[in-house]
């Protein structure tokens, strides 16, 4: 199975500003993703990030909105930018296991804005 | 694209077999997925069937793939109050990301 980290585990942000999101794990993987979670609701997604390639957005999501960084095969960020009380959510990285079926999360990055 | 739905509740006994269901539009789904979601935490993966398959047990877990009706089921046997949580189906489309459904909260009484 694959180890998943996010950083920061929660925060709380003021309107307008923005926060990165960066997700590690233990082990290279091809395929990384991005869901959110809103309160109460079940997980979208927001975007694939391949490393080597520009990440690929879901229908409601811009690059603008989240710009994503897939440095290498073990680390992706996801910026939440010009942050609305809208964008309060659970952000949570996933990947694919080497064995194909398998797909793990992070444990979440829980945002608040105000 | 793909539809994933479940029932919202369930509500058992302590003891008691738990069975929450899910149903799924696209048929080319390779695997199907469970997770667990305790309150404040991330999701558990707690078993996944690949689509050529009818059922696999993990334990106390029991997965029933039904393809023709679409269905998805997890028998949770023996269900203790640690299992209280909500249960999140999922399918992945075209070999890419996963589409969930809403989530079963699972309420286990003692």
């Known amino acids: 199975s694959a180890v998943i980290s996010q950083k920061p585990s929660r925060d709380i942000c003021q309107r307008g500003t923005s926060l990165t999101i960066q997700c590690q794990v233990d082990?290279?993987?091809?395929?990384m993703f991005w869901y959110r979670q809103q309160p109460g609701q079940s997980l979208t997604l927001i975007a694939t990030?391949?490393?080597?390639?520009?990440?690929?957005?879901e229908s409601g999501f811009v690059i603008d909105k989240f710009p994503i960084s897939r440095p290498n095969l073990t680390f992706s960020t996801l910026t939440v930018s010009n942050m609305s009380p809208e964008d309060s959510s659970i952000y949570l990285c996933s990947v694919r296991g080497d064995r194909g079926g398998e797909q793990y999360f992070g444990p979440g990055t829980r945002l608040t804005v105000t | 694209g793909e539809d994933v739905e479940q029932s919202l509740f369930l509500s058992v006994r302590e003891g008691d077999s738990s069975v929450i269901n899910c149903t799924y539009t696209?048929?080319?789904?390779?695997?199907l997925y469970w997770y667990k979601q305790e309150p404040g935490a991330g999701l558990q993966l707690l078993t996944y069937i690949f689509s050529n398959m009818d059922m696999k047990q993990d334990q106390r877990l029991t997965v029933l793939l039904n393809k023709k009706d679409k269905h998805l089921s997890l028998r949770i046997a023996d269900t203790q109050t640690g299992d209280s949580a909500i249960y999140f189906c999922?399918?992945?489309?075209?070999?890419?990301?996963?589409?969930f459904g809403k989530g079963t909260t699972l309420s286990v009484s003692s």
């Open positions: 696209d048929s080319s789904s390779t695997y």
């Open positions: 990030a391949n490393q080597g390639s520009e990440a690929t957005y």
């Open positions: 999922a399918g992945n489309q075209a070999g890419t990301a996963l589409i």
């Open positions: 082990s290279q993987v091809t395929m």
